[in-house]
């Protein structure tokens, strides 16, 4: 038996589908051969970008890029090489008493991921994306020479990476910064919001809170637009801490490792995710206001808790969409948004809400603008791409845009800014759609 | 803990779960012919455990010299030693491809195996864990040289843990079938019968920890190579495994 590296690959929403190239080095050496070998190379880490970003002719797969490097425990610096992923750090940080500044709604994609995608939390607003805190990476560039980029070395190659979805070169390692907590837990309040401009307000008066994020029931039509909930937290101090937490604030209990390991029928998953979904949907929470502490993946990685979610929406896939409104025109364009999708019929089953506050000029490549950004998981089916082009259309009359980590079938023109990132090495199916596009 | 094979996936996934599970160990000592990417595992040890780690070159097919391990002293040794080589077709007649086989699995390595059972043995503790093959259940036209070599390490094995069991070391044999390693990426391999490393790891650390004799890293391999054992050789010889 001779080796095949042709295999099929697909991100998250399982869609698209390819059958390409894929392999994983973990000698710096090997993998500058497979740079200096092959004329399309894109860098690939957990797939969990939606869509087609970290798909090519040739992916390089980071999951042997899985060592830590060191961890600076006084002040909270960790280095590692870039397939670890996000949960293999809080692994070893959150019992030392720091945590992420910024992670996304799953911990399970890597720090080379994080990066290519600058991705932002539910604290954009107060602390910005990723690569605020990112101190230097070892990027691998087309002739397979490794640099160092920081703000103060090849700061032109740090910038055009953070959010440059691999189209810079394959990230190597990274040293970032972690922030101090005292607890795994958070002190979080819901409040319930009956219409959009409920729940704007809401995010308005939040804005001294680190972290707010809202669940938005988009199937509402008129009056019950934007029916949501709120959720904002805090990291708790040990202080504040209901007694069963004090005993070991740094730690969770076990049961969250039993929730993962194995592949459930789909009929089990969809009872689960029916469940929690509703859950963190409106129909459970009777009061409008609850006040309480939560641990950490509860607040952060609630989808974490159910393996393999992705295949609910079965074979044919889904995407999500995710786009951003600028501020000013934000509950005009949002409205406009939910109005399209309810008429539409196609449902998003998850939608999640979020102000953004301003963005990073230097990390011109990140998504991120201030303003609203609405998240929606469709079912891929026919009429799929014309709502797409329907809500594409809106975005840019209000001069937003779209998130390309999620993105598989938008328009090059909200794209576009992806900037300094032309490589002929290195090139996903994504950029090609994008150019090809035009 | 010495590790034999450092780079293998398994024994890395090994180590961590030992460690993760609260083991712990004065130093783990990393032999390897591959110095650069075992640094890194020993660097990652330390930052992910607190857990010092030695790295040691060691080229099986270059000359040993045993000094060097004088200092050396552990009660747990896990062997991940292990060679493929080039399969039937393209390697059958290829002596270079058949020596490094069998010196790799089983002649070369042998030796260095003895000379650890053997402070075992002195100390009267001990663990010895070998990864062998189901490759060496039952020779198959398609990769028997490594089968072979594979068989006769299984029965040193066996040997060692008769001869050791007086002096209070233990042995295990385990028989991992198809893995997700670096040795097969890109075969086509069934996925319900191939071990992830941190899964074969969780078992090879249970049966360690049950001190198990002989284990198989998934259980269906048991059934399978049982069946397998038990064709008669007239069936077996016309059969393409
Ligand atoms: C449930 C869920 C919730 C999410 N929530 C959020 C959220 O709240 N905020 C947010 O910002 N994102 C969110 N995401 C998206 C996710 O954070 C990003 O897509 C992230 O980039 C995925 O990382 P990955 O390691 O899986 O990389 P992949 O999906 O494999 O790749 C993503 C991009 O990064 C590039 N890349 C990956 N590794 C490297 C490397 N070593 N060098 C160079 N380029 C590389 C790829 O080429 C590709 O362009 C969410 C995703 C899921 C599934």
């Not at chain 2, 066996?158 to 044999?173: A, E, M, P, Q, W």
């Amino acid at each position: 038996m001779k080796p095949n590296f042709i295999q099929k690959v697909t991100n998250w929403g399982n869609f698209p589908i390819v059958e390409k190239e894929m392999k994983s080095e973990d000698s710096f050496k090997k993998i500058k051969e497979f740079v200096l070998n092959h004329n399309e190379v894109i860098a690939r880490g957990n797939g969990r970008c939606y869509g087609d970003a970290s798909l090519g002719e040739h992916i390089f797969s980071t999951k042997k890029l899985n060592k830590f490097i060191s961890f600076d425990r006084l002040n909270g610096i960790i280095e590692c090489e870039s397939g670890v992923l996000l949960s293999e750090v809080l692994e070893i940080a959150v019992p030392q008493g720091y945590f992420l500044y910024v992670t996304p709604g799953t911990k399970l994609v890597t720090v080379g991921g994080a990066i290519a995608s600058d991705v932002h939390g539910k604290n954009h607003h107060s602390e910005g994306c990723f690569s605020e805190y990112v101190i230097e990476f070892k990027l691998m560039t087309e002739n397979g020479e490794i640099i160092t980029c920081s703000r103060e070395s090849n700061a032109d190659k740090f910038w055009a990476t953070m959010g440059g979805m691999g189209l810079t070169g394959i990230i190597l390692t990274a040293k970032f910064k972690l922030k101090n907590i005292e607890s795994a837990y958070i002190r979080q309040e819901s409040i319930k919001a009956e219409n959009l401009d409920e729940i704007f307000r809401l995010f308005e008066e939040s804005e001294s809170w680190t972290y707010t994020v809202a669940w938005i029931d988009c199937l509402q039509k008129g009056k019950d637009i934007g029916r949501s909930i709120l959720m904002r937290g805090e990291h708790a101090f040990q202080h504040e801490l209901p007694q069963s937490m004090t005993k070991n604030p740094l730690r969770l209990k076990k049961k969250f490792q039993l929730v993962v390991p194995f592949y459930f029928p789909g009929f089990i998953l969809n009872a689960l995710t029916v469940k929690i979904f509703n859950f963190l949907y409106y129909k459970k929470q009777t009061k409008r206001e609850v006040k309480d502490f939560i641990d950490y993946e509860t607040f952060f990685y609630p989808l974490d808790l159910v393996h393999d979610w992705n295949k609910i929406y079965g074979k044919s896939g889904f995407i999500q969409y995710q786009m951003v409104i600028p501020k000013k025109s934000g509950k005009e364009g949002m409205k406009k948004i939910l109005e399209a999708i309810a008429n539409s019929g196609n449902g998003s089953f998850l939608a999640v809400l979020k102000l953004f506050g301003k963005d990073n000029q230097e990390a011109y490549n990140s998504f991120p603008i201030e303003g609203y950004t609405l998240a929606l998981d469709f079912k891929v089916n026919s009429k799929l791409k014309k709502l797409v082009d329907q809500l594409d259309a809106i975005v840019q009359e209000f001069g937003g845009r779209v998130y390309l980590t999620k993105d598989s079938m938008s328009k090059s023109s909200l794209t576009n800014y992806l900037k300094n990132v032309q490589s002929s090495k290195f090139v996903s199916l994504q950029h090609k759609r994008i150019i090809n596009n035009k | 803990m010495i590790v034999l094979g450092s780079t293998s996936e398994v024994a890395q996934a090994f180590v961590e779960k030992a460690l993760q599970e609260g083991e712990k160990y004065e130093k783990i000592y990393l032999f390897t012919s591959s110095k650069e990417t075992t640094e890194r595992f020993a660097r990652h040890l330390d930052v992910k455990f607190l857990q010092q780690a030695e790295v040691i070159d060691l080229d099986l097919m270059k000359e040993i010299d045993y000094t060097k391990f004088d200092h050396i002293n552990s009660n747990v040794l896990f062997c991940a030693v292990g060679y493929m080589g080039d399969g039937t077709e393209e390697g059958l007649y290829d002596h270079r491809n058949t020596e490094r086989i069998i010196d790799i699995n089983y002649a070369k390595l042998i030796p260095l195996m003895n000379y650890f059972a053997q402070k075992f043995e002195s100390r009267r503790s001990g663990t010895i864990i070998g990864l062998s093959s189901v490759a060496g259940d039952r020779g198959r036209q398609s990769n028997f040289i490594y089968g072979s070599a594979k068989a006769a390490f299984t029965a040193y094995l066996s040997g060692l843990r008769n001869y050791l069991f007086d002096k209070k070391v233990h042995v295990i044999t385990i028989k991992p079938g198809f893995m997700e390693t670096k040795m097969t990426e890109g075969l086509p391999l069934n996925p319900a019968l191939t071990a992830k490393p941190k899964q074969a790891a969780a078992g090879i650390y249970n049966a360690y920890r049950k001190q198990k004799n002989v284990a198989y890293v998934l259980p269906v391999w048991g059934i399978i190579m049982m069946i397998i054992r038990n064709i008669p050789e007239f069936i077996f010889k016309k059969l393409k495994l």
